[in-house]
């Protein structure tokens, strides 16, 4: 495990995204594990800029997202497909049938689970995974729980997670209570993983996941096992490690 500290978020999102870009520049038709929330904002703003100046070339580029709300659609402001388009896909050249995120309007949950399964076999699975880390330690939506849950799935969101994410939303009504995640088995089976993580109020839970034991109550512990893991934290998400 590689561990890079960043001075603060913008630092963290250049570090970021100068890695996801060795990786499009080596593999030019890779498949890219990609994720939403605040913490890939900035890392997707920097690879546009890139993008513009004509240094990065999205065309062949595969992506397949971690999650999705169960019950939203691409229209919705808040479900995760409009965040991709709005947040990278619309402003780069790749090509938009092949980014893939799962189908929240899907409501039967084993169909939507089991065709994102296909799609991530059929895909050759994922060159470089993107993370953020969840304040309760969960990747994806892949929350604390007895087991690790091996591929894609429906979850009941923590209370936690909907308290965290109902800053987008109008009120905590609002927030689905379900999701539908890509799978811990299928998240390790990545060839590369890098996981950024910004702010005080997540270097506790990451000092658990790269020093705690490994346990399904702090998902992203598993990440300890995986051989080929980037950190990339700012330093108030490390103040909590000691021996940096
Ligand atoms: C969300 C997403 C995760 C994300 C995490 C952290 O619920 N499902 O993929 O990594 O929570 O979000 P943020 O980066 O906004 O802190």
Known sequence: MTIYQAENYQDMSRKAAN?????????PNCVLGLATGSSPVGTY??????????????????????????????????SYRYFMNTNLFNHVNIDKTRTFVPD??????????????????????????????GHNGHIGFNEPGA????????????????EANKRFFD???E???????????SIMQARKIL?????ESKAEILNEVLHGPITPAVPASILQLHNDVTIVADKAALSRISGL
């Open 104 to 133: 929240g309007l899907e409501a039967d949950s084993e169909k939507a689970c089991s065709e994102y399964n296909q799609i991530i076999t059929r895909e050759g699975g994922i060159d470089l995974q993107l993370l953020g880390l």
């Open 147 to 162: 087991a690790f849950e091996k591929e894609t799935h429906c979850v009941d969101l923590t209370e936690s997670t909907i």
């Open 171 to 173: 009120s905590e009504d």
């Open 45 to 78: 703003q920097q690879l546009i800029e890139w993008y513009k100046k004509g240094d990065l070339d999205f065309s062949q580029v595969t992506s397949i997202n971690l999650d999705e709300y169960k019950g939203l659609g691409p229209d919705n402001d808040q």
């Open 19 to 27: 890695i996801i870009s060795a990786q499009i520049i080596m593999k």
């Open 175 to 185: 927030v689905p209570k379900q999701a539908y995640t890509m799978g811990i088995k």
């Open 195 to 199: 996981v950024i993580v910004s702010g």
